[in-house]
């Protein structure tokens, strides 16, 4: 079956959390996604309190710029999460918005290379392995977690480009992929992550997620074309859904067709009530899609 998540947007006010992310545990939502967007808010301090605050909704950042963070803090971090939360937690690493990491010196001149070395180093810290590197970007001298999670933790990649895909399915668990990822995309990613795992010898489930822009209720038609043109989104692809909740779950079906494990709603920036935007997806559209 396929998850459906929401997206919790970091345009929205960080005292709003709370309630959205009560919402979206009540209704059914299997996850709830944060971004970690410069420079709205950090993901990894939302994400423990959305988990604090909800029961049994999973919880996702997707994602953590890797050239923001030292992958011996994100692996701490995570592990807590994981130890505080069991099996409610997934953590995805990206490349970050590159003028972004520009913008604070954290760019770096092969986002593939640093991908390839965090990766790698967070899963084997989070597995409680005793981890030295000696890379390009990263460079651990005999570290390991003393608290490291007591089930295993899936490692998630944002990838969007071909290198990318196949890097996420040599050194990952699962991908993130944005959204604008039309559901041919989507295949052709299938197929570049799958290419990437056979090369590394992987035999194991690669969970994909996309996001995809939805709306809902009074104005959704206006809102969700207003925002396509925001992100620059070509008007004849299929991108967004909107609408009641049978033509959202009908305009959904080519991701799930095109092999999305999971589907996360991404709310306009401007939608006027986010908690029940949680509340419909997770009421309404899911069972649709179940």
Request: net charge negative; charged share 20%; hydrophobic share 45%.
């Amino acid at each position: 079956m396929t998850r459906t998540g929401g997206i919790f947007l970091p345009q929205t006010a960080p005292e709003s959390l709370r309630g959205v992310a009560r919402a979206a545990d009540r209704s059914g939502l299997d996850e709830l996604w944060l971004w970690e967007d410069c420079f709205f808010e950090a993901g990894v301090s939302a994400a423990s309190a959305a988990l604090a605050w909800t029961e049994r909704i999973t919880v996702g950042i997707g994602l953590m710029p890797s050239p923001l963070r030292n992958v011996a803090l994100t692996a701490m971090e995570v592990a807590t999460l994981a130890r505080l939360f069991p099996g409610r937690f997934l953590p995805g690493i990206g490349h970050g918005v590159q003028p972004w990491m520009a913008q604070v010196g954290a760019k770096v001149a092969s986002p593939l290379t640093l991908m390839r070395e965090q990766a790698n180093a967070l899963r084997s810290l989070l597995d409680g392995e005793r981890v030295s590197a000696d890379g390009r970007y990263v460079r651990l001298e005999d570290v390991t977690l003393d608290w490291p999670p007591r089930q295993r933790v899936p490692v998630l990649v944002g990838a969007e480009g071909p290198r990318s895909l196949r890097l996420a399915g040599e050194v990952a668990d699962g991908t993130i992929l944005p959204g604008g990822t039309t559901p041919a995309r989507l295949h052709t990613a299938r197929q570049l992550i799958d290419a990437g795992r056979e090369a590394a010898g992987r035999g194991d489930h690669h969970d994909v997620t996309v996001f995809v822009p939805a709306a809902a209720g009074s104005g959704a038609a206006r809102r969700i074309a207003a925002s396509r043109q925001v992100w620059g989104f070509d008007p004849g692809e299929h991108l967004s859904v909107h609408g009641s909740a049978e033509q959202i779950a009908e305009g959904l079906a080519p991701w799930v067709e095109a092999g999305a494990d999971a589907v996360a709603l991404q709310p306009t920036s401007d939608d006027p009530d986010p908690e029940a935007f949680m509340a419909f997806v997770g009421e309404e559209v899911r069972p649709l899609l179940a």
